[in-house]
C-alpha cells in the first residue's frame, strides 16, 4: 500500500494533525483528510518529528565488523527514529579515498533502513601528516561534504588551516575532534576531584578549550566553517558562544551521554562509562543543556561508539572508550531537555533534524513536515516509560550506560522516503 495516513499526530509536538503519505512524498497535512485508499496509523497523544540526522555515528565496517555493519547500525538508527547518519571516518582501511566512502555510501542505500553519508578523513591513515583526498572524496558517488579524523585531533594547525581552505572551496566542513594530544597522554577521565580520589590519569578541561579556541580562530582567518564535536565543558561551552558573537561560522554537537552522565559515574569503575571526551562534572552537565537550549550548541549527535562485548569487560585501565546511543538518544533528550522544560518539541526537531541536515548539507532530510517534501518522519509515544535492556538493541554491540534504567519515550514509527522502516516499535 502506497498510501499512509498518520491520524491526528502532534506535529512537531503541536495541534493534532493528519500526514498523508503518497509513495515517497508527504502529500497532505491538515485535518479530518480522507482516508480512502490509505492505511490509517492513529497516532493521537503521540509527537510526529522529521527523521533524525546523526552527524557523528561510527558503524565500523569495513574493518570492525565484530562490532558493527552498515546493516546492524542502520537497523539500530532506524529504531531510534533516525532516517540518515553521517558515519565517521575512522574504520579499517580509514576513509581517506573515494573508494572507501563510495563502499559506505553504497552500503546504507543497498539495506535501506536509514542514509548513510560517509564523513571523510581529514588526514591520510588519521595520522595527522598529511591531507587526504578531500577533492576525490566530494567528487565521488558518495559526495562527501563533512571530513573529521574524529577519534584524533588534528592536532597540527597548519594541516588544520590547509583543511579548512580545501573544504571551503565546495562548501564543506571540518569536525573537529577536540583534544591536544600532549595535555591528555595516559588520561583516563575527566580531571578533578574523582579522578584524584581514584587515582586515575585526569583529562583536563582546558585540553578541549585550548584546541576550540584556536580552530574558531583559524575558521575566522580563512573565513570557512568548522564544526566542534562532542564537546563537553562549560569553558568550551563560553568559546563557541563567544565565537558565534564575533560572527564565527561554527557549530557545535553535544552528545545524549554529557547532557545526562557525569565523572561521578567513574567511581564504580566499570568501562561502560569510558568515553571520548570523558564524562565531565554536574557543572558541565547544567551549562551543556543551557547552551543545547540556547542555541550556543547547534545539535545533538549520538557519537554512537559500538564495541564488542571483550573489549569493554575488562579492567578500567585497558577498555576501549566509548558507548552505544543511536537507540537511546532521543529518550535521553526527552528526559534531560523536554521534561525539564528547557526545550519543547519544536526545539528537538530543529536540534536532531534540521541543523545536523544543514550542517552536513544534507538536502532531503531535516525537511519540513509539509506537502510536497520527502516522507521522512519519526514518530513518537512520548508518554511511554520503559527499562532500557540492550539485549533487545538492533546495534551488534551492548556497550550502552542505560541497561536497567527508566527511559521516558519510544519510537513507535519511522519512515524512509514513504517506507515503514519501523512499525509498532519493531524494524519492519
Known sequence: MSKILIRGAQVLGGEAQDVLIDGETIA??????????????????????????????????????????????????????????????????????????????????????????????????????QLAELGAMHESAAGVKVFSDDGKCVHDAVIMRRALEYVKAFGGVVAQHAQEPRLTEGAQMNEGVVSAELGLGGWPAVAEESIIARDVLLAEHVGSRVHICHLSTAGSVEIVRWAKSRGIDVTAEVTPHHLLLTDEMVRSYNPVYKVNPPLRTERDVMALREALADGTIDIVATDHAPHPHEDKDCEWAAAAMGMVGLETALAVVQQTMVETGLLDWAGVAERMSFAPARIGRLDNHGRPVSAGEPANLTLVDTSYRGVVDPAHFASRSRNTPYEGRELPGRVTHTFLRGRATVVDGKLA
Open 28 to 129: 497532505e497535512v491538515g485535518t479530518n483528510l480522507s482516508a480512502e485508499g490509505a492505511e490509517v496509523i492513529d497516532a493521537a497523544g503521540r509527537v510526529l518529528l522529521p527523521g533524525l540526522v546523526d552527524l557523528h555515528t561510527h558503524l565500523r565496517e569495513p574493518g570492525r565488523e565484530d562490532s558493527e555493519t552498515v546493516l546492524t547500525g542502520t537497523r539500530a538508527a532506524a529504531s531510534g527514529g533516525y532516517t540518515a547518519v553521517f558515519a565517521m571516518a575512522n574504520t579499517f582501511p580509514v576513509a581517506d579515498t573515494a573508494g572507501v566512502v563510495e563502499q559506505v555510501y553504497r552500503l546504507g542505500q543497498e539495506h535501506g533502513y536509514c542514509d548513510v553519508q560517509p564523513i571523510g578523513a581529514v588526514t591520510v591513515g588519521l595520522e595527522g601528516k
